[in-house]
């Protein structure tokens, strides 16, 4: 349990140090870095509040522990649940929800409520099918962020049911991310980041795992979005100088961010605080980065009054420990 339980706690307290400070400039938090939990800031809320990054994190966790497998409708369900109904939140309210997570969720429950009318008028030429997989935004705009923030249980699944195939890991990573991300930036980053969790779980430490998804088979996306994750790719990420790394809600610089702060960073706290520090998009850095950290490094390695101070941890600890048994088969 202790990997699963590590990267996920890291994921959450990387959210949760991020979110006071989400879009603050670089420039401001080098003269007042972010050291240890806080409140307010920039979205109003307590200290040890997380944000959509592990709301829906933890809704994909609680469809696979309840379906035992990849669900993509029930995912979707559980998306809803707290988009509208805060569940999975960690003060029964919902904040900073991307546009394009919003609108591919608005557009599932479009799909399900026209299923539903159609079924309900006993309409036999009804051709309506609920697809979850075919909501996401598919223009390039719709890269930021909002899938590779959630896709880390299914680097879990994958690795914990034996699935070996990158043909199937793909399949598994498309689908999720297309519930709200459809573009193939988008695919690919999560992709990238799926396979770099799954090394780390077989054993390889971060600079092999590195190699690793540098060394795979992209050929499947298009050159031009191969393109975007050159700097990621076919250079080496820790040589850019901090100016160069970016950390914007784009999926590029978010990744990029997030494995140049583990690769060059020493313990858990400070690579968390590093990659929090970086400004901008602050809460899925920090939580993208504090995944990974929780990989290298242990779960006793987190700051004990970071834990402590996150709020809701009843959930926290429920569905944690309900999907770590789950992927070691513990009933």
């Given at each position: 349990?202790?990997?699963?339980?590590?990267?996920?706690?890291?994921?959450?307290?990387?959210?949760?140090?991020?979110?006071?400070?989400?879009?603050n400039?670089r420039?401001?938090?080098?003269?007042?870095?972010?050291?240890?939990m806080?409140?307010?800031g920039?979205?109003?809320?307590?200290?040890?509040?997380?944000?959509?990054?592990?709301?829906?994190?933890?809704?994909?966790?609680?469809?696979?522990?309840?379906?035992?497998?990849?669900?993509?409708?029930?995912?979707a369900?559980?998306?809803?649940?707290?988009?509208?109904?805060?569940?999975?939140?960690?003060?029964?309210?919902?904040?900073?929800?991307?546009?394009?997570?919003?609108?591919?969720?608005?557009?599932?429950?479009?799909?399900?409520?026209?299923?539903n009318?159609?079924?309900?008028?006993?309409?036999?030429?009804?051709?309506?099918?609920?697809?979850?997989t075919?909501?996401?935004?598919?223009?390039?705009?719709?890269?930021g962020?909002?899938?590779?923030?959630?896709?880390?249980?299914?680097?879990?699944?994958?690795?914990?049911?034996?699935?070996?195939?990158?043909?199937?890991?793909?399949?598994?990573?498309?689908?999720?991310?297309?519930?709200?991300?459809?573009?193939?930036?988008?695919?690919?980053?999560?992709?990238?980041?799926?396979?770099?969790?799954?090394?780390?779980?077989?054993?390889?430490?971060?600079?092999?795992?590195?190699?690793?998804?540098?060394?795979?088979?992209?050929?499947?996306?298009?050159?031009?979005t191969?393109?975007?994750?050159?700097?990621?790719?076919?250079?080496?990420?820790?040589?850019?100088?901090?100016?160069?790394?970016?950390?914007?809600?784009?999926?590029?610089?978010?990744?990029?961010?997030?494995?140049?702060?583990?690769?060059?960073?020493?313990?858990?706290?400070?690579?968390?605080?590093?990659?929090?520090?970086?400004?901008?998009?602050?809460?899925?850095?920090?939580?993208?980065?504090?995944?990974?950290?929780?990989?290298?490094?242990?779960?006793?390695?987190?700051?004990?009054?970071?834990?402590?101070?996150?709020?809701?941890?009843?959930?926290?600890?429920?569905?944690?420990?309900?999907?770590?048994?789950?992927?070691?088969?513990?009933?």
């Amino acid at each position: 349990m202790d990997r699963i339980k590590s990267a996920l706690y890291g994921f959450v307290v990387g959210d949760a140090l991020g979110v006071p400070v989400e879009f603050n400039n670089r420039n401001i938090l080098d003269l007042s870095p972010v050291t240890d939990m806080t409140g307010y800031g920039s979205h109003h809320v307590p200290e040890g509040v997380w944000s959509d990054d592990t709301a829906m994190t933890l809704a994909t966790m609680d469809s696979i522990i309840k379906t035992k497998t990849i669900n993509y409708n029930d995912i979707a369900d559980k998306f809803c649940s707290w988009l509208y109904e805060k569940k999975y939140t960690a003060t029964n309210v919902v904040f900073d929800v991307g546009i394009t997570t919003n609108e591919a969720l608005n557009r599932y429950k479009q799909q399900k409520l026209q299923y539903n009318n159609n079924n309900g008028n006993n309409n036999s030429n009804n051709n309506n099918i609920i697809d979850a997989t075919i909501c996401g935004g598919k223009n390039e705009m719709n890269n930021g962020n909002g899938s590779l923030m959630r896709i880390l249980p299914i680097a879990f699944y994958c690795y914990y049911q034996s699935i070996d195939d990158e043909n199937k890991i793909l399949e598994f990573v498309k689908n999720v991310s297309s519930i709200t991300h459809g573009h193939e930036i988008s695919i690919m980053g999560c992709y990238i980041y799926v396979q770099y969790i799954i090394n780390l779980l077989k054993g390889k430490n971060k600079y092999e795992s590195y190699t690793f998804i540098q060394n795979l088979d992209y050929s499947m996306f298009q050159n031009q979005t191969q393109m975007v994750y050159e700097r990621l790719l076919k250079n080496n990420i820790v040589n850019y100088e901090r100016d160069n790394i970016q950390s914007s809600g784009y999926v590029v610089s978010t990744l990029e961010a997030s494995l140049w702060c583990l690769l060059k960073g020493n313990n858990l706290k400070d690579t968390i605080l590093t990659a929090v520090n970086l400004g901008n998009d602050t809460d899925t850095v920090g939580a993208i980065t504090g995944s990974l950290a929780g990989m290298i490094y242990n779960y006793e390695d987190i700051p004990k009054n970071w834990i402590e101070k996150l709020k809701n941890k009843e959930l926290l600890n429920d569905l944690i420990k309900k999907f770590s048994d789950f992927c070691l088969n513990i009933n």
